[in-house]
């Protein structure tokens, strides 16, 4: 078992593209004047590109490190939790004390009508004068669902009237009402609902944000990796190409001196023509996959990176441990992100069923309220036994003012208080109960979802380790069938140069050497993917979990 692999070191653009512009035979430009002026020109224009670029050595760790400090879809997806924070904070104002408050003043004059009206034997006019101010809290508790209100109530009447004992009068009222449910609306309802839902899908934030990073790390190891491959492939058509030209120079001389067919100088060329364009290839993709690591680590078009050429330094390693597959499923069962969001959501769900459970229950609810009143002001005394000597405040007037209004309250001088039972019940089958009934079938089922998700992922991570065993013995096949390859090369070589075997066996050697390296690459930096995935298979998942959130009552939830 190989337990370290070195890949061939990359071949830098700019010698790639100096290969593509090296002079050939003059008599092998078989693929024509303008198809060689356009790989001419293509590979001019890499050379400038490779010339330019500033060479960026970068480790697998420091490409981590990058991508979770500039990657656009992290740094977008943190965004997430400070608005779920803000919804929170939304539906916890439910629960926050109000507060209130008025002030008015007002004056009217009546015309002093009859006796009784307060004007007097002489007829005058009445002029009321009055100013109060409303002071009030509101707040529901989240313990309970009961509500309180507190009030406070100032007052000032000032009048011409004859028949007002108090003048001017200042009053002052203060009532406690309380509204406690006892069946609907005591363990929840909709505004406590809602506040669960937030702070859960606030959690689910938090999870959404785990496997972002997790899937993002994971295709940042991956783009790495693909790059490394890309480079190792150069380097191998490279070879390839200098093979193919070396034995077109062989050929033409074995030609000058008579002992090979000039056809086999052309068969040569061709071959090395298309060595040419397998090596134009590959510097392609090596180009695409770099663009593809660099979109994922960093932050825009004004990174350092952007416009620099990345040498990836690490080397592929396959020294993995042995898998234990059955701590592997318990930890991914433990940690999946989306078997963590799908239990989140089966809590949002049952903060619903809860709440429409509480619907369908009658309402019963004990209504107290406690209040105490003040009054003060100026006190007329009557005397005597004429009408207006009665109620003019001929025998004097007792001084006051608001203070005796409160000393009323603080001493609760003229309590009253009262406590009501309440209760309102629908008669038959209400819409509620059906609803309440829905969820709950919606509850079972989203619980069987979530068995078939644990089953899933326990099968995705077999699946990964399957994968790493697989590669592994394709990676010893592949070395065994390259190293036999290059003995089938030189074997067939040495026996060309002694006139047993034909040019076409020696390029059918070489065309078999490239694909055995080629395979044996493909091979290691599969094994690099394998191991990639069964980790992510074990923290996160790209698909989703196919959960039904169950609606209703308790506002907007997270699909």
Do not use: C
């Amino acid at each position: 078992m190989i337990s370290h692999v070195r890949v061939p070191s990359a071949v830098p653009l700019l010698v790639v593209a100096g290969v593509l512009l090296s002079p050939g035979p003059t008599h092998a430009q078989t693929f024509g004047a303008n198809a060689g002026g356009i790989v001419t020109q293509a590979a001019l224009q890499a050379s400038r590109d490779a010339r330019a670029a500033r060479r960026f050595d970068l480790t697998l760790d420091d490409a981590v490190q990058r991508a979770l400090e500039r990657n656009l879809d992290i740094a977008v997806q943190r965004i997430n939790p400070l608005v779920q924070d803000m919804q929170v904070a939304t539906a916890n104002a439910a629960f926050l004390p109000f507060a209130s408050s008025g002030f008015g003043v007002n004056q009217r004059t009546s015309p002093n009508r009859t006796l009784f009206d307060g004007g007097g034997l002489r007829g005058a006019n009445i002029i009321n004068e009055q100013g109060n101010y409303d002071l009030g809290v509101v707040q529901r508790m989240k313990w309970g669902g009961g509500q309180y209100d507190v009030t406070w109530n100032s007052s000032r009447f000032e009048t011409t009237s004859i028949f007002t004992t108090f003048n001017p009068s200042f009053g002052a009222n203060m009532t406690l009402n309380y509204t406690q449910p006892l069946l609907r609306g005591f363990r929840t309802d909709p505004q406590r609902t809602q506040l669960v839902v937030q702070r859960i899908n606030r959690d689910i934030s938090d999870i959404d944000l785990e496997e972002t990073i997790v899937n993002t790390l994971a295709n940042v190891r991956l783009a790495y990796w693909e790059l490394v491959y890309a480079r190792a492939a150069v380097d191998v058509q490279q070879q390839a190409l200098e093979l193919a030209e070396q034995l077109v120079r062989d050929n033409r001389a074995r030609v000058e001196i008579g002992t090979l067919a000039p056809i086999d100088v052309v068969q040569a060329q061709s071959e090395a023509a298309l060595r040419r364009q397998l090596l134009a290839q590959a510097v392609q993709t090596l180009r695409t996959n770099e663009l593809a690591l660099k979109q994922l680590i960093v932050g825009g078009t004004s990174d350092e990176l952007w416009d620099a050429e990345i040498n990836p330094t690490d080397e592929p390693q396959i020294d993995a441990p042995p898998i234990d597959l059955d701590e592997a499923i318990r930890g991914a069962l433990e940690r999946r992100t989306d078997i963590s969001r799908v239990r989140q959501q089966i809590d949002i769900n049952d903060a619903q069923v809860d709440n429409l459970r509480n619907s369908t229950l009658p309402a019963l609810d004990v209504v107290g309220s406690y209040q105490l009143t003040g009054q003060g002001g100026p006190r007329l005394v009557p005397t005597g036994s004429s009408f207006e000597a009665l109620f003019g405040g001929a025998g004097g007037v007792i001084p006051g003012g608001y203070g005796d209004a409160l000393d009323n309250i603080v001493d609760a001088d003229y309590p009253f208080w009262s406590v009501q039972l309440q209760m309102t019940y629908p008669l038959g089958q209400s819409a509620d109960k059906a609803a309440y009934e829905r969820a709950r079938l919606q509850r079972r089922q989203n619980e069987a979802q979530l068995r078939r998700t644990e089953l899933q992922v326990a099968g995705e991570v077999t699946n990964a380790a399957i994968q790493i065993e697989a590669i592994q013995e394709r990676i010893e096949a592949a070395i065994a069938a390259r190293e036999l390859a290059e003995e089938q090369l030189r074997a067939e070589e040495s026996k060309f140069e002694v006139g047993l075997s034909t040019n076409f066996l020696v390029l059918q050697m070489q065309r078999e050497l490239a694909f055995a390296q080629d395979v044996e690459l493909r091979a290691i930096f599969d094994y690099q993917r394998a191991l990639i995935e069964f980790d992510r298979t074990q923290r996160t998942s790209l698909g989703a979990a196919g959960i039904t959130v169950v609606g209703g009552g308790g506002g907007g939830v997270a699909p």
